[in-house]
């Protein structure tokens, strides 16, 4: 019976060490992971190696797949990659074959209200996270909505509606048992936890006096003890307690708005903020003679529209919605930004309340980025801006290595850059994809034309790049 058992649990592990062989040789290992937006912990880096330098719609393309649109980023988990998008009123998350890129399933779910969001963002701007359990996505307009891996509801949390001019894009995280969100706006921002199983609140902690903000948290071990999550806002950088939500420190920073994710790295966290020692806006007496035309001291959508800078930002500005800006409005906006900005280098420490000065190690303040977030990749820290500027500082000391421009790739950049195999990649609006060979003297590769515009971050997952363009998802790799 022992010989009989053995022989059966042989012929099992066969079976399966077989089938775990054939996913790797037909491409998609069953542990691969990029689970959430820039991948783990938010780093954008991936271990794995084999990545093409060379790519397009004609060379090393294992698949492309045509999906809605969205600008939410891929992620990945084993043999699937999940997205968002939306079309009229449904909001839609799918899942593809990473092998393949055939759709293994579709969900919608309709819209409960209409979010008015800037036009450059969308219904579906939010990455979804995921786990071996399935898949977790925000959408302003619903809340938080969970499906196992073969696409069945398992709860969903209802959310908004929110005040932010430009929308909500904040993505979350699966951080062990809890689901993580930040919603920062206008006024009632909150970071939040529900349980990863059953969508059942854990906890929920305010931030008071926080304004609009895009970032999404990472999870910070500075010591064995001790977990926290760290939250860019636009004012401030503040650490909880992942158990509990609470407040453990928080530093004094300005933001235009933050975006993208902060970085760990041992006991130090790095970010990027872009900022001014000067406000961007001028004095509300200065505004209201160049465009009060009515002479009562208030600015309207009529007075402002034609300002070509600012006139279809009103909204912005005019928190109450009444259509009308006043000093108070528009002094609290031409505040935002301004104080301590810049790439900037924390070692918090075991300090509680507010960071002392001290905390900083370095900061810098040359080519920072808006919306794209910073990489840190084998010792060098990289930022890329519109324009196809690069810059790489020396993370310990914050000094410049190296700057440059990546040729025939100078439009703007919303992805964020991501790295692995010794490259860096770095994405354009225009659909330019920037290879760097990654280091302190980096240098361009190659500029690889994938013909459509692109605004999500790539995904980076056992050899294989998986890039979403407005209307495509595509799968490229150099084993194909």
């Not at 062990?176 to 921002?189: A, E, F, N, T, Y």
Request: hydrophobic residues 40%.
């Amino acid at each position: 019976m022992k010989k009989v058992i053995a022989m059966r649990f042989t012929n099992h592990s066969l079976v399966f060490l077989m089938s775990s062989f054939l996913l790797c040789v037909i491409g998609g290992r069953a542990d691969a992971q990029w689970a959430q937006f820039r991948g783990p912990n938010g780093s954008g880096v991936d271990s794995s190696t084999g990545y093409p330098v060379e790519f397009s719609p004609t060379k090393n393309v294992a698949w492309k797949a045509s999906i809605p649109f969205g600008q939410s980023s891929p992620v990945v988990v084993g043999t699937r990659v999940y997205g968002t998008a939306s079309e009229g009123e449904r909001l839609i998350t799918f899942c593809l074959d990473t092998r393949t890129g055939r759709e293994l399933w579709r969900r919608e779910v309709k819209r409960e209200r209409v979010q008015a969001a800037y036009k450059a963002n969308d219904p579906a701007s939010p990455t979804p996270a995921a786990d071996g359990n399935g898949v977790v996505a925000f959408f302003p307009e619903l809340g938080l909505i969970s499906y196992d891996d073969s696409g069945k509801e398992r709860w969903r949390y209802a959310l908004g509606p929110f005040k932010n001019f430009y929308g909500m894009s904040s993505s979350p995280i699966i951080a062990g048992s809890l689901v993580v969100l930040v919603c920062d706006q206008v006024s009632g921002s909150f970071v939040m936890a529900l349980d990863r199983a059953t969508g059942r609140l854990r906890w929920k902690a305010d931030r008071p006096g926080m304004t609009i903000g895009w970032a999404t948290p990472i999870i910070f071990r500075p010591e064995a003890t001790r977990t926290e999550l760290i939250v860019l806002g636009s004012t401030r950088l503040d650490a909880y307690d992942l158990a509990s939500g609470a407040s453990r420190w928080w530093l004094p920073l300005a933001s235009g708005g933050s975006m993208g994710t902060p970085l760990a790295h041992g006991d130090t966290l790095m970010l990027s903020t872009l900022g001014g020692s000067e406000p961007m806006l001028p004095t509300f007496a200065a505004t209201l003679a160049k465009y009060d035309k009515d002479k009562d001291g208030r600015l309207s959508p009529e007075e402002f529209r034609d300002d070509p800078d600012f006139g279809e930002h009103f909204g912005w500005i005019d928190e109450n919605d009444d259509k009308v800006i006043v000093s108070e409005e528009w002094d609290k906006a031409r505040a935002l930004g301004m104080g301590e900005w810049g790439a900037i280098a924390v070692r918090p420490g075991n300090a509680r309340g507010r960071l002392g000065a001290s905390a900083v190690r370095w900061r810098a303040q040359k080519n920072i980025p808006y919306i794209p977030a910073p990489l840190l990749y084998q010792d060098v820290y990289y930022m890329v801006k519109t324009g196809g500027i690069i810059t790489s500082l020396d993370p310990a000391t914050g000094r410049m290595l190296k700057q440059g421009r990546s040729p025939n790739a100078l439009g703007e950049y919303y992805a964020s850059p991501v790295a692995a195999d010794g490259k860096v990649f770095l994405a354009s609006t225009e659909g330019k994809i920037t290879v760097l060979k990654a280091g302190a003297e980096w240098e361009v590769l190659s500029v690889n034309e994938i013909g459509d515009e692109i605004g999500a971050t790539p995904a980076l997952s056992d050899g294989r790049i998986y890039v979403r363009t407005r209307g495509a998802m595509y799968c490229f790799s150099a084993s194909r």
